[in-house]
């Protein structure tokens, strides 16, 4: 494993409980980072922060609902200071063509991975700024670039992640605030689980590699995104597809 430097440094992960969010913060710790998990699932959080040890917090937040989302904010930086934002939490939504997909769906999907991420950035980017240092890494997904289909919502959604990300990098380009976002293919993590066994066989067919991502990975690439290293980069986008898509 190669070295990052995160000493010192407080990072809030959202969807930290599971998945990409997890190994992010398996990785922070070991850059020496201390890191506060925010998720929905409260045994979940119970049972990674006892793995994680006794630089990991949790805390119950549910990022589709604004106040959840600036309770936790409250809570959270009564304890530390916020170096690092990770909006890691995401859904996929149904597999469904565009005309068949259930309106409910659709808005559970926008809620959660566009609204949340915004809820979240809303609250911490103002602390960030007043201290005039912070890291931001939005998790976005190759389908917010290629569009996948019968997954309309999910690659919507990160459409906007990646706009988003572009409008606050700059918004923030002339702070110590950096804002940028990773898109990676399909990585194997408990999402599968929301899929269907065809489109798990689309996303696969289309990774020049010929395999998914890992997590760590990806943890890799958040965590030097959130470190001293990454000074001139602001509203990027980085690619973490294996090959699919390298604009």
């Known amino acids: 494993m190669n070295q990052l430097d995160l000493k010192g440094r407080h990072a809030v992960i959202t969807g930290g409980a599971t998945g990409l969010g997890l190994a992010t913060a398996q990785r922070m710790l ?10 929905r699932d409260a045994a979940g959080l119970e049972r990674a922060c006892a793995a994680l040890g006794a630089d990991a917090a949790g805390e119950v937040v549910d990022v589709a609902d604004p106040a959840s989302v600036a309770e936790a904010t409250r809570r959270t930086l009564a304890r530390h200071p916020v170096d690092a934002l990770v909006n890691s939490a995401g859904i996929t ?19 959660v991975n566009l609204n949340g991420l915004f809820f979240c950035c809303r ?32 690659s919507a959604s990160k459409a906007a ?78 690619d973490l597809s294996g090959g699919r898509s390298t604009y």
């Open 93 to 111: 939504g149904p597999n469904a063509r565009l005309w068949d997909y259930p309106i409910e769906g659709w808005l559970q999907v926008m809620q």
């Open 123 to 154: 609250e911490l980017v103002p602390h960030m700024k007043a201290r005039n240092h912070g890291r931001i890494v939005n998790i976005a997904s190759v389908a917010g670039k290629d569009g996948n289909p019968n997954a309309s919502a999910y």
């Open 30 to 39: 070991a850059s020496g980072a201390r890191v506060t998990l925010w998720d």
């Open 161 to 238: 992640v990646i706009g988003l990300t572009k409008s606050l990098g700059k918004e923030l380009a002339d702070t110590g605030v950096r804002v940028n976002c990773i898109t990676p293919a399909a990585v194997r993590t408990a999402i599968f689980d929301q899929m269907t066994p065809e489109h798990i066989g689309f996303m696969l067919s289309k990774i020049p590699m010929g395999r998914f991502g890992t997590p760590e990975e990806v943890a890799s690439m958040v965590s030097w995104l959130c470190t001293e290293d990454c000074s001139f980069s602001t509203g990027a986008v980085f």
